[in-house]
């Protein structure tokens, strides 16, 4: 049992540097990458509660990198909201095109590389990723820890 969780958790490992390495090779930070990527795949007005849900990180870490691509110009916050954390994020004409040039072609790759498997292996491959990530959680609460609550 051990040896098949040491090589599925070297392959999750593999797989968070897969796309650790794109983001540097695009010239983004993990944070920047994956915020253009929630943008593309999910709708074009987020807040950051929104954001940290899809992305399973921190508001502090996540608020740091929107205040950056807001500085830079790649997102706005939208008018009419008095809480930061509230305000609809937008991405700028100058935002979607670094979204087009970055997260785009790393979901274009994605789909590719999921597309090498029949609709059956895709079905089966999500529902046991599924299943396990579910018996996780569930096991996982033994440690007593908080956020572990379903999403």
Known sequence: MKKGLLEFNNIVKENDDIYRCAARSL?????VFWILYTFRIEKEELTLREICNVLYQPKQTVHSA????????????EEGMDDRRSKGLRLTPKGKRLAEETADKVIDLECKAFSGMSGEEQKAFIGLFRKYTALLKESMQELNTEGWEEK
């Open 66 to 77: 929107l205040k950056k691509m807001e500085k830079d110009g790649y997102i706005r916050a």
């Open 27 to 31: 010239g983004l930070s993990d944070s």
